[in-house]
Each structure stands twice: as structure tokens, then as C-alpha cells.
């Protein structure tokens, strides 16, 4: 088990403003953000990081929806982080979120929905990795 896991604020709660609400949640739950950045994704970077759902039907429109405005990178620390995480953020359909998670409260739809969160240990390496170097961890 690993002690992080990879977030991102996408482009839907960026522009609705709930960038100052999400890192909140997520440090009075007791994650330390141990790397972030904001930045505007491109066709290139955007298409690189899902490429694992290259052949999936959604993946342009993905692709399109996380270029369509700038995101907020951070990679989390805490004990038990994926699993934890997983729960504060709620299920990907946020009419199915549990409440007060933070795609109950912010999310919109399906595809706009508010943030990501690794899914794995193995992953939140890799995802954290794609966006930042050690140097930039703390």
C-alpha cells in the first residue's frame, strides 16, 4: 500500500471556481499535498496521459474536455491514499456520489466530474511521475 495518490481538478471546477473549496476538502481530511501546479493541458499532454483509453469511444471527447480549460495537478499524501481518496471524491456519476463528497458537491455530470483520483497505488505512481519530477515533490 502506498502513502500517495495523484489528484487533478479539471476544467469544469476550475472555471466554476471551486479550486479554493476542493483543496480544502482535501487537507481537513487529512491529506498533505506534497506537489501542485496549474496548468493548461494540451492535445499532446492530455492525449498522453488517458492514452490507457485510447481505444475506449469516450477518449476524444475526454481528451477535448481536459484541454478545454486549465486543471490543477497535485500529487497527496496520506496513509491509505487511493482507497482513502477514492472515497472523499465519491463515485464518477456524481447523482451517484455519496453526499458530501466532492463530486456530490461540484461535479455536474459524468464527463464534467470535478476531479480525478488514481485508482491504484501503481497508478498514482505513474500519474504523479507524468507530472512532476522528484524535484518538485516535497
Do not use: C, W
Not at 494540451?42 to 485510447?54: C, D, L, N, P
Not at 455530470?109 to 519530477?133: L, M, P
Amino acid at each position: 500500500m502506498s502513502n500517495i495518490t495523484f489528484t487533478m481538478i479539471k476544467p469544469d471546477a476550475v472555471a466554476n471556481g471551486h479550486i479554493g473549496k476542493i483543496l480544502d476538502q482535501i487537507t481537513t481530511a487529512g491529506y498533505q499535498i506534497t506537489a501542485m501546479k496549474y496548468i493548461h493541458l494540451t492535445e499532446k499532454t492530455a492525449g498522453e496521459f488517458y492514452a490507457v483509453h485510447s481505444e475506449r469511444p469516450f477518449y476524444k471527447d475526454l481528451v477535448s474536455f481536459m484541454v478545454s480549460g486549465p486543471i490543477v495537478a497535485a500529487v497527496l499524501k496520506k496513509e491509505n491514499a487511493v482507497a482513502d481518496f477514492r472515497t472523499l471524491i465519491g463515485a464518477t456519476d456524481p447523482s451517484k456520489a455519496e453526499p458530501g463528497t466532492i463530486r456530490n458537491l461540484y461535479a455536474k455530470s459524468i464527463d464534467a466530474n470535478a476531479v480525478h483520483g488514481s485508482d491504484s497505488d501503481e497508478n498514482a505512481a505513474i500519474e504523479a511521475s507524468f507530472f512532476f519530477s522528484n524535484l518538485e515533490r516535497f
